[in-house]
């Protein structure tokens, strides 16, 4: 039993009916024990039994202890979270001062790089132009040698014509002493003429005293002769009792009679030089009387002689000619017969003489001989009879005369040139030094082979066939490829001439002449020219050369040409420099080498542009597939100066359509698919569609117009002024527009890629720098301000040759000041300029232009180029301008190219100024002047005079 609470069933107390779930009273003795939620527990010592409302009251209050546990709980809990808030605030304040402080670092850094990058830019553009001056001094150098090597060989040619002309002369003069010594001892010799032989007065007589001296001895051997022949007439007539045959001849005569044998239609001559012996003795024992005893020795020899034999007194001797001997038996038998009758007495006044003599005796075939030689050998054979003794006589009998290639080898060693002789069968016979050098064979190596064997396999070996079939004697032939023993080649031109033996026999005598390094200079010489230097690829000449003969040929239909256009390759050589750049395109055409297919050639046009041409798309899996395949070859990532940089390329492609397509046109549509490309993203693809092409052939034909719109001042200038802060109007920059025909007011937009595609640029700047100087010149000058006059510039810059020139024609052209012109060009077209081009723009700026930065700030250089770049005014891009009362961005970089324009002394000039904003935000800046809508639009020239007129303009008003 429990007290006052009757038990359950089950003999367990009740539960309190709290309704909650998880608690109970239990009343097992003096104390009462509330149980809570959780861990709240309550006891209560009583005596009594608590009615259910007081037992629900103390439930509560232990709920709402219990409640108050947990807000404390969540409120700790809060504290916490807020401790932790205010220790990440100032984790991230501390963070954000770090940040600052790198962001200040970074921006150091960047200036102190790009500074450091333009001393490099400048000192390489310094060591190009010291390159550029050293190549034109070697080249000055080297021609300088070429003109001392030159003058030297005149120099030489002039002292071997001098040594010749001595030599000459001294001939004439032992000729003349010979002739006048041969009349003294006949006694014709007038002794009141002065001696040709005697010692001069004076030194060695010059040039000119030795030919004036040969010719007067000459006229006096004339004379002398001319008497000769009177008194020899008087002489045979009466005094000698004798009559010579008009087969006896004067010298002079004698060797004319010879060659004539020589060079008619006798075949064979014989010569036999007869001396009388012992001249000294003969000398002393007549005296003046020797010509009595020649006389009478030579009209008997002229008795003997055979009908076809002619003589003629040489010396103490004679020389005794015949045509047509029977054999050397005959020749022989004549010459004991001659022998004979000098060696006769010859009674001269009461002496009577008998004097031995000696004979040579030659006789050869007329087509192999001259006159020099068969006296030359006449005369041998006549030293080797006297030294066999009195009235003996010789056969000249050359120890190779019956061996031809012994012969020609003692003719021709010593030429430079390759000689070969051959035989009818083709086969080589002989050969001197220089051919066996030429092919690198001894001489019992190369005899026995013939043209064919010397001949490369892959050249025409019937050669010589081909020049024995044309029955011409003497043939050439253009060039020929011979074969050396190392495997070797050589380039030879030939020239083949027609010889005989002695039993008639025709042989082939063979000039060749190396030409191996003049093909390879050539060779070389058309290797740079149709391809690019820097590379090594094909260039545009070779690729439409290349394309004509594709197109020529009957698969054209198969042929195409993607054109590749490296994105976004200004950056990189503007950020690391020219050098960089020029790697970069090297390890691209290295690559494309590597990867093409074969039948697909790959060609560098210019700049970042290469083309591949693939003569048979078919092969290759056809345009898309060859196109993604070029495409992943130049989507790559290449190490160029320590750098990683990643690339990829725009390619346009195109095949012929029709019959009609060129290779020019082939190269254009490509061109116009890549542009397309372009305008979807880098490293895009483009097939030139028929909208295409004829969209490309509209540019061409524009491209056409725009060419007689340049001739005929089809063009027109708009005018935009450019105000001070007050309003004034301080310059007014042209624009150009074209009027077109057809499709009305054209904007630069439209036509610039078209002049640009066209080379048309550099015409339109000076069109537009003439036509604005001349309208400027007209203008008002609004309160005794004269206006300024800005040209943007863009194919005319200062790198071109002719730039200062055309700059300073076109002013002296219009009459204007020097001091109103305002050149405008672009960032990049004035960073890295060389020392020579700064030099000529100072001489400008020297003389009043002044240079304005076009668009700062889009360049991929640094603020840092700002100090080096050569320009008086800094010109603010509209890419700022448009967001800078709104974009943090925008302003901060404005106002910093204010403040290092204002630092330097330069002006800034704010362009596409068009709202209240804008100019509020730049004006605070401290922008010097402002350029765009908000003052006024670009006008025509006829308006702009009006503008001008009301200045200043108005501008918004301070707040």
């Not at 002393?284 to 003589?311: C, I, K, M, N, W």
């Not at 290469?610 to 290449?638: H, K, P, Q, W």
């Not at 025909?741 to 890629?753: A, K, N, T």
Request: proline content about 5%; hydrophobic content about 45%.
């Amino acid at each position: 039993m429990h007290d006052g609470v009757p038990p359950t069933d089950d003999g367990e107390p009740p539960l309190a009916d709290n309704g909650g779930v998880g608690q109970r009273a239990q009343a097992s003795s003096p104390a009462i024990i509330v149980q809570a939620a959780r861990d709240a527990t309550i006891s209560l010592t009583h005596d009594l039994v608590l009615p259910d409302g007081q037992v629900r009251l103390v439930q509560a209050q232990a709920e709402t202890i219990q409640a108050q546990r947990q807000l404390i709980a969540v409120m700790e809990e809060l504290n916490d979270a807020r401790r932790m808030m205010l220790e990440s605030a100032q984790v991230e304040h501390r963070a954000s001062q770090v940040i600052l402080v790198l962001r200040v670092v970074l921006i150091r850094l960047s200036a102190l790089i790009s500074q450091l990058t333009g001393e490099r830019d400048r000192y390489l553009a310094e060591i190009a132009d010291h390159r550029t001056e050293l190549t034109a001094t070697r080249r000055r150098l080297s021609t300088a040698e070429q003109e001392r090597g030159r003058a030297e060989g005149q120099l030489g040619q002039a002292q071997e014509e001098r040594r010749r002309a001595t030599a000459l002369a001294e001939g004439a003069q032992a000729k003349i002493l010979e002739l006048e010594n041969s009349l003294r001892r006949v006694g014709l010799h007038d002794p009141g003429l002065p001696t040709v032989g005697a010692e001069p007065d004076s030194a060695i007589p010059s040039h000119d005293d030795v030919l004036g001296d040969t010719a007067a001895g000459l006229d006096r051997v004339q004379r002398f002769l001319d008497e000769q022949e009177r008194e020899l007439a008087d002489l045979e007539a009466g005094g000698a009792g004798v009559v010579l045959s008009s087969r006896v001849l004067d010298l002079d005569w004698f060797l004319d009679r010879l060659a004539g044998v020589l060079t008619g239609s006798v075949t064979r001559v014989g010569l036999c030089h007869l001396e009388l012996d012992g001249p000294v003795a003969f000398n002393d024992t007549l005296g003046e009387r020797e010509y009595q005893v020649l006389a009478v020795a030579r009209a008997r020899l002229a008795r003997v002689l055979p009908d076809s034999g002619f003589l003629t007194v040489l010396g103490t001797g004679f020389v005794i000619a015949v045509a047509e001997p029977r054999d050397d038996v005959e020749l022989i038998e004549l010459t004991r017969r001659l022998l004979a009758e000098v060696a006769a007495p010859i009674p001269v006044d009461e002496v009577v003489l008998t004097l031995p003599a000696a004979a040579g005796i030659v006789m050869r075939e007329t087509a192999r001989s001259i006159v020099s030689e068969l006296l030359r050998d006449a005369r041998a054979a006549l030293d080797a009879a006297k030294r066999r003794g009195p009235n003996q006589w010789v056969v000249f009998t050359p120890h190779r005369m019956d061996d031809p290639a012994r012969l020609m080898t003692d003719v021709l060693s010593l030429s430079p040139v390759g000689m070969g002789l051959f035989d009818e069968a083709d086969r080589l016979v002989d050969a001197n030094d220089a051919l066996c050098d030429l092919l690198g064979l001894e001489l019992e190596q190369l005899r026995g082979m013939t043209a064919e064997q010397l001949t490369h396999p892959d050249d025409d070996g019937r050669w010589l066939r081909a020049a024995r079939e044309t029955g011409d004697p003497a043939h050439e032939v253009p060039q020929r490829i011979l074969v050396r023993s190392d495997g070797g080649i050589v380039y030879c031109e030939l020239r083949i001439t027609l010889s005989r033996e002695r039993d008639g026999g025709p042989t082939w005598l063979v000039a060749f002449q190396d030409v191996t390094e003049r093909r390879r200079t050539a060779e070389a010489l058309r290797h740079q020219a149709t391809h690019d230097e820097l590379t090594g690829l094909p260039n545009r000449a070779l690729v439409k050369e290349m394309l004509t003969t594709l197109l020529d040929s009957e698969d054209r239909s198969r042929v195409a040409v993607l054109f590749c256009d490296v994105d976004n390759f200004k950056r990189v050589n503007d950020s690391l420099g020219h050098d960089a750049g020029d790697e970069l395109l090297v390890a691209l055409a290295r690559r494309l080498e590597a990867a093409l297919p074969e039948g697909c050639t790959a060609a560098r046009l210019s700049g970042d542009e290469y083309v591949i041409i693939c003569s048979d798309i078919d092969e290759v899996g056809g345009v898309d597939a060859l196109a993604a395949r070029v495409a992943g070859v130049l989507r790559t990532a290449v190490p160029v100066h320590g750098q990683l940089v990643r690339v990829s390329a725009s390619i346009g492609a195109a095949v012929p359509h029709d019959s009609q397509v060129t290779g020019n046109d082939l190269l254009r549509f490509a061109d116009a698919a890549m542009f397309e490309a372009k305008r979807f993203g880098a490293g895009r693809v483009s097939l030139a569609s028929a909208g295409l092409i004829a969209s490309a052939d509209r540019q061409v034909h524009l491209e056409g117009q725009l060419r007689e719109a340049l001739a005929h001042d089809g063009l027109a200038l708009h005018f935009q002024p450019v105000v001070g802060v007050d309003g004034s109007v301080q310059a007014a920059e042209a624009f150009v527009r074209w009027p077109h025909p057809d499709r009305g007011l054209l904007s630069p937009d439209v036509f610039l890629p078209v002049a640009e595609q066209g080379d048309l640029l550099r015409e339109l700047d000076r069109w537009v720098l003439r036509r604005a100087l001349k309208e400027a010149v007209t203008w008002p000058a609004p309160n005794d301000q004269p206006v300024s006059v800005a040209v943007n510039l863009a194919g005319l810059v200062p790198g071109d040759p002719e730039f200062v020139d055309i700059v300073a024609d076109a002013i002296d052209e219009a009459g204007i000041p020097w001091d109103r012109v305002v050149l405008e060009l672009v960032e990049t077209a004035l960073v890295g300029l060389p020392s020579r081009v700064r030099q000529s723009m100072g001489e400008l700026v020297d003389r009043g232009i002044r240079f304005a930065v076009d668009d700062f700030g889009t360049g991929y250089s640094s603020l840092a180029r700002l100090r080096d770049l050569p320009a008086q005014i800094i010109k603010v891009d509209r890419w700022f301008v448009s967001d800078v009362g709104n974009d943090s961005s925008d302003f901060a970089v404005a106002r910093a190219v204010v403040a290092m324009t204002r630092a330097m002394g330069r002006k800034c000039v704010a362009e596409a100024v068009e709202t209240v904003a804008q100019f509020t935000a730049l004006r605070d800046l401290g922008v010097d002047a402002y350029q765009g809508w908000l003052f006024s639009p670009p006008v025509p020239a006829e308006e702009i005079r009006a503008v001008l007129a009301t200045s200043p303009l108005p501008v918004p008003a301070l707040d």
